[in-house]
């Protein structure tokens, strides 16, 4: 990791991938990752709910690790390997989480969304049929005030299987 | 009978694509070219005057557009239904967190600092909270006494059926507020121009409502203001009327300092000053003979409205028409008032006054049956409204409806019976106690009375030449499914693939006024609307000799194409017309309240831990009658989701105020249910159809938040033999309750 | 988000020499930040006073769970996943282990740190009352070398704590042989998952069989009933080599709730988190002594 040269304010140089592709950004070292990948990056897709790590819709995969980007310091993304939600289809083609938040009614207003998909994914990472217990537990760091979590969990079980099929 | 090709069928979400990929646009995802920071300055007392408002010397006040009630053009108000409430406080505070000032600057960092070097001094005046306060009077804060609306209810003669009743029940049951937590916050971007006036775009329900009350603002007339919707993430009833808030606050920024604004909310603001759902007290006091039938009773049914009357008095409407619940009461008088205090004005939330007076009906009934000796379904059986019989309000109930079948259907569904028995055996040795709890019930449809015949609600559909047909509405999506609903509908009616029928974003300047997307109307009413609509479409084109049934997707696209080659465009309106045989009578109260009303039945089973007196809902069946069902993904969504609101309403959402302010406004301090804590929800339905919707189809978005607080309450009282009367509930007040039979060191 | 990030600096030297230097040079002045699951909820609320951070995050020197003989030693780098995750934590500490899980979500999980968690020093924090009944030892590290210290007594008051202005904590050293022994934790939020604790427990302890059969000795720690976690050692002894009646239970109740001190708060109140207290140590030594109902 770089240390912020040797002036202690002012901005600094970072340098990380976002969805497979190397950026370089000119940001303050305590501006959020969220906001860096908002504004900066113009990646709106990741959002925020609460900005104290507690809804989890800034939710993304930091070096594939689930983390709530509203309490990251850019500088701690230095060098790092990023994935949002912007990241998962490719192309036209959805992932299977995706396709499964749309067949199983996973998405009522859409704002939980990405970071509950990615918050998924890190789970089918992990375990690749997981039991309801799993799947409870895996979003339990992830509000939705719509679905009720009912169908989401349906979306996740048939993401598994369909990957198993595969 | 005609097989259906896309109603009743699951199909796509119409922006379901974009909402897994990130694509979708909310308002805080959106900017315009040399767009301002919007802020708030808002008061930090409860009542009082505004003194003397202190600009610190460490800012430079030049980089900032300032706005008071000074600059507002036209009626210092957010115009709803009264104009009371002021879009900023012009000399006098009466609630926590009114807004006082507006900020704008370039760098959203600064107004933080901005805020905080912004000083006033207030001379306090004694404020007021609750009901009970309200109504002592000493402090009038509204009116003349501080109750913003009444409402009397009259069937039958009450009065005399005291003499013959062998047993008189009395309870008090009261509901705290409850935050909506839509988990997009509250915001909207504003521009306004000297030729062309304002436009706004923001998260809300309701995009006339905020175009009237810019209107009136502004002084500006229907064409100088256009409203659009943005994606919007989540509301349940808490972006109907306080959006016309935060578009007013953008407006009046965008006006001073000629740049567009952008003013989005963070979640301590969002919750601290806007809207809440109301909190309640009923009282009952109910006649009932030896054999549990009920013979008449009275019901006082009291919401707190908070500081201004913004949407109390329909809030009040509501809940008290639903109060008596799905029970035939030969006499009843019903009084109800809604009234002041010095809080942020309580407003919409999914149900809105239903939740409320319910949760005391469903409650009594379990009360009822203890002191009459009747099990909670016996007594339940022995009440419910017939085919035939009348409401509250003398509606008569024509559909065939049969609650006692439904309830059957319900018990057996959640095994009621077996679990009951088998709970009642083992709560004496375990430390756990469970118990299953009941709740009957029902939710009209659609604006009260001739709510609906005043919206004069109006939907257009247009052809393209593409062959595709687009939806003109102002009914919005914010979860729901309105868009993909609607399209259902019009697909059908024209025969079209479900792919070729498009919604317009819902843009004042593009769309008729479809009314406001509450009461659970847009399937059923506007539905219908898109139904008519859509006819229209079809009948121009064979009128006209484009088009000649049975058509395929191909030659509809032909005859399109033709006519519009021929007229200029291709359009059809459709205007809300009320439908026959249903009276409502304003002035006497009584009527036809609602167009249909669903029915639900709801069992829940808890178990409740005797030694962190902690509750969990472990199963729950939501049974309910719905009259069609047009998307069986959608509407299950719609159950399910409004049950999770309800266990949150009832266990985990309890707002902690602090003269008059929301001290846990925090999503760590304010609870609602994660995936960890909601049961398995098991929803089903039956159809008996509609003829005043859509495909026969009823109003199902709030009828969920109607069952689940009494189910859960009832199930913890059969769980721990204690009555409890009041949500939330939370382990505390268990404990407190359960404590008064314990000793110092807590043993019984 | 209610600061604004040019108010506020943060560096990154990448390793543990390095960062001690900077807490020397200038005392007070660095304010450590790990994970930030704290410290960025203080930085969005508006409410961090510190103007100059310096990350430890992922520094090697703080990341390794070593195992010696006697005890493990985690660095206090290391995140609640890598605790939950560990094969010698979940088995040989399974209260560090459950804590780890009880913590936040996932995402919460992946970031927050055990040292951290000290650091921090929230009563209602979930994996101290593990630390005092597995009676570890932390190891303090500055420029002018490492001491170790026994995290009981650490916490000398509300938010302060026996760490110098220009120390980090290393490692925490959890003494290993607790294999034996009955553990017991619980947690009581205000739903299962993401909450802050009205009441947690953690609790080991050991029978004696002779004669007949007794409490060898028991370890009990509480949170949320005190401006620190509480080890209940005055209750420990008192019940030392007592058979497991429904008398020794109503007085380890009673002695729990004069043991503590809970409060009022927004969460919750001080008379329910009494009883409660009570209750849990006192299902914890009615399963100890093999009765009792389990909750499920």
Redesign the interface.
């Known amino acids: 990791?770089?240390?912020?040269s040797s002036e202690?304010?002012g901005q600094c140089n970072l340098s990380f991938t976002v969805n497979g592709r190397t950026v370089e950004v000119r940001v303050?070292?305590?501006?959020?990752l969220l906001?860096v990948l908002?504004h900066t990056l113009g990646?709106?897709?990741?959002?925020?709910?609460?900005?104290?790590?507690?809804?989890?819709?800034c939710?993304i995969l930091m070096n594939g690790?689930?983390?709530?980007s509203?309490?990251?310091?850019a500088?701690?993304a230095?060098d790092a390997n990023l994935t949002?939600?912007?990241g998962?289809?490719v192309g036209p083609q959805?992932s299977a989480l995706?396709q499964a938040?749309?067949e199983?009614?996973g998405?009522?207003?859409?704002?939980?969304?990405?970071g509950m998909?990615l918050?998924s994914q890190?789970?089918l990472s992990k375990h690749s049929s997981p039991g309801m217990e799993d799947?409870?537990?895996?979003?339990?760091?992830?509000?939705?005030?719509?679905?009720?979590?009912?169908?989401?969990?349906e979306a996740v079980a048939q993401a598994a299987r369909v990957k198993a099929d595969v | 009978m005609i097989e259906e090709n896309v109603i009743g069928k699951s199909v796509p979400r119409k922006e379901g694509r974009d909402k897994v990929t990130g694509a979708a646009r909310y308002i805080d995802d959106m900017t315009l070219p040399g767009m301002l920071y919007g802020a708030t300055v808002r008061s930090q007392v409860p009542r009082g005057a505004i003194k003397k408002i202190s600009f610190d010397s460490t800012i430079d006040w030049s980089e900032f557009a300032i706005v008071s009630a000074r600059d507002i053009p036209g009626k210092n108000c957010i115009a709803l239904i009264g104009d009371d409430q002021p879009c900023l406080a012009d000399g006098r505070v009466n609630h926590p967190e009114e807004a006082i000032l507006l900020l704008a600057h370039a760098n959203p960092h600064l107004l933080r600092k901005a805020i905080a070097a912004i000083s006033i001094e207030y001379e306090t005046l004694p404020a007021i909270f609750t009901i009970e306060e309200s109504e002592q009077q000493s402090q009038i804060i509204w009116g003349t006494d501080n109750i913003f609306k009444t409402f009397l209810i009259a069937k039958g003669d009450v009065d005399s059926v005291w003499a013959e009743a062998d047993y008189i029940v009395e309870g008090e049951y009261s509901t705290g507020a409850q935050e909506q937590l839509y988990i997009e916050n509250n915001g909207m971007i504003a521009v306004f121009d000297g030729e062309t006036g304002i436009t706004v775009w923001g998260s809300l329900q309701c995009p006339y409502y905020i175009h009237k009350a810019l209107m009136a603002l502004f002084s500006l007339p229907e064409d100088k203001v256009r409203i659009v919707q943005m994606e919007t993430g989540g509301a349940f009833g808490g972006k109907e009327d306080y959006p016309s808030m935060i578009a007013a606050h953008a407006a009046l920024l965008a006006m001073k300092s000629l740049r567009p604004v952008k003013i989005i909310y963070d979640r301590t603001e969002d919750m601290t000053a806007t809207t809440k759902r109301h909190p309640s007290r009923t009282r009952h006091r109910t006649a009932v003979s030896k054999d549990g039938k009920i013979l008449g009773g009275e019901i006082e049914f009291t919401i707190d409205g908070g500081a201004y009357a913004t949407l109390s008095s329909v809030v009040l409407s509501r809940g008290t028409i639903h109060a008596g619940g799905p029970y035939n009461w030969p006499n009843i008088r019903i009084r109800s008032k809604a009234v002041a205090t010095n809080a942020p004005p309580h407003g919409a939330f999914r149900g809105f006054g239903a939740p409320q007076s319910l949760f005391a009906m469903e409650r009594h009934m379990d009360r009822i049956a203890q002191v009459v000796g009747l099990s909670p379904v016996e007594i339940r059986r022995r009440n419910f409204l017939k085919t035939g019989q009348t409401t509250t309000t003398e509606q008569m109930v024509q559909e065939n409806i049969d609650l006692e079948k439904l309830l059957d259907r319900a018990l057996k569904l959640s095994d009621y019976a077996n679990k009951k028995a088998h709970f009642d055996r083992e709560n004496e040795e375990s430390q756990i106690k469970r118990g299953v709890g009941i709740a009957a019930f029902l939710h009209g449809a659609g604006f009260t009375g001739s709510g609906e015949r005043y919206l004069a609600s109006v939907v257009g559909i247009e052809g393209c030449t593409d062959g595709t047909v687009r939806l003109l509405v102002s009914s919005t999506e914010f979860g729901q499914g309105t868009n993909t609903v609607l399209c259902q509908i019009a697909a059908e009616v024209l025969d079209l693939p479900y792919g070729n029928v498009e919604i317009a974003q819902p843009d004042t300047s593009q769309v008729p006024n479809s009314g406001p997307t509450v009461a659970s109307r847009t399937a059923m009413v506007v539905g219908n609307l898109v139904q008519s609509a859509a006819l229209g479409i079809k009948q121009t084109l064979i009128a006209g000799g484009d088009l000649r049934t049975p058509y395929s997707a191909e030659e509809f696209r032909a005859a399109c194409r033709n006519y519009i080659a021929k007229h200029g465009d291709l359009r059809s309106f459709a205007r809300y017309d009320p439908p026959p045989g249903v009276f409502w009578d304003d002035e006497n109260y009584r009527g036809a309240a609602y167009a249909a009303y669903a029915w639900a039945i709801y069992v829940a089973e808890v178990a409740v831990d005797s030694l962190t007196y902690s509750v969990t809902v472990e199963d729950f069946v939501a049974l309910q009658e719905v009259g069609r069902v047009l998307h069986p993904l959608l509407a299950k969504g719609q159950i399910a989701g409004g049950v999770a609101q309800g266990i949150g309403f009832a266990l985990y959402e309890k707002v902690v105020w602090q003269n008059g302010r929301m001290e846990n406004g925090q999503m760590t301090n304010y609870i609602m249910p994660t995936s960890a804590d909601i049961p398995p929800i098991r929803v089903y339905f039956e159809e008996m159809g509609n003829v005043h919707g859509a495909y026969g189809a009823k109003g199902i978005g709030e009828l969920p938040m109607d069952g689940p607080a009494p189910a859960i309450v009832n199930a913890v009282v059969d769980a721990t033999g204690t009555n409890f009367d009041f949500v939330p509930l939370m382990p505390e007040n268990i404990f407190a309750e359960v404590s008064k039979t314990l000793s110092p060191d807590g043993e019984r | 988000m209610r600061s604004n990030p040019t108010d506020y600096d943060l560096v990154a030297p990448g390793n543990l020499q390095t960062v001690i230097s900077l807490l020397a040079e200038q005392p007070g002045k660095w304010l450590p930040v790990a994970g930030g699951t704290d410290v960025m909820v203080q930085y969005a609320a508006g409410k961090l006073t510190k103007r100059n951070l310096v990350s430890i995050w992922n520094l090697p020197e703080l990341r390794n769970i070593e195992m010696l003989p006697d005890e493990i030693r985690i660095g206090a780098g290391c995140t609640y996943t890598h605790l939950r995750e560990h094969e010698i934590v979940s088995r040989e500490f399974p209260l560090l282990a459950q804590a780890a899980r009880w913590t936040g979500g996932i995402a919460n999980q992946n970031r927050g740190t055990l040292g951290g968690n000290i650091v921090n020093a929230s009563p209602a924090a979930d994996s101290l009352p593990a630390m005092l009944a597995y009676e570890a030892e932390l190891i303090l590290v500055s420029v002018r070398g490492q001491r170790r210290v026994p995290y009981v007594g650490f916490h000398t008051g509300y938010k302060t704590m026996d760490l110098a202005t220009d120390e980090l904590i290393q490692a925490v050293c959890l003494p290993r042989g607790f294999a034996d022994y009955f553990h017991y934790t619980r947690k009581v939020g205000a739903r299962n998952a993401q909450a802050i604790s009205k009441i947690c427990m953690a609790a080991v302890g050991r029978l004696r069989v002779s004669m007949n059969t007794v409490i060898g000795e028991v370890r009990i720690a509480l949170g949320s009933v005190a401006p620190v976690p509480l080890r209940l050692t005055k209750l420990e002894q008192t019940v030392q080599g007592k058979a497991i009646d429904a008398d020794l239970l109503q007085l380890a109740k009673r002695q729990t709730m004069a043991a503590i001190q809970p409060i009022d708060d927004i969460r919750s109140t001080a008379k329910y988190r009494s009883v409660v207290a009570g209750n849990l140590v006192a299902e914890f030594l009615e399963q100890l002594g093999g009765g009792g109902s389990r909750h499920g």
């Open positions: 990791m770089k240390t912020n202690h304010r303050f070292p305590m501006e959020r906001d908002r990646l709106t897709g990741t959002k925020e709910g609460c900005g104290e790590g507690e809804c989890g819709s939710a690790e689930l983390v709530n509203c309490l990251i310091p500088l701690q230095a949002t939600i912007e998962l289809a959805l995706q938040f749309l199983c009614g998405a009522q207003c859409g704002i939980c969304t990405p998909i918050a890190q789970l799947i409870r537990e895996a979003l339990a760091g992830n509000l939705c005030r719509c679905t009720g979590y009912i169908q989401i969990f």
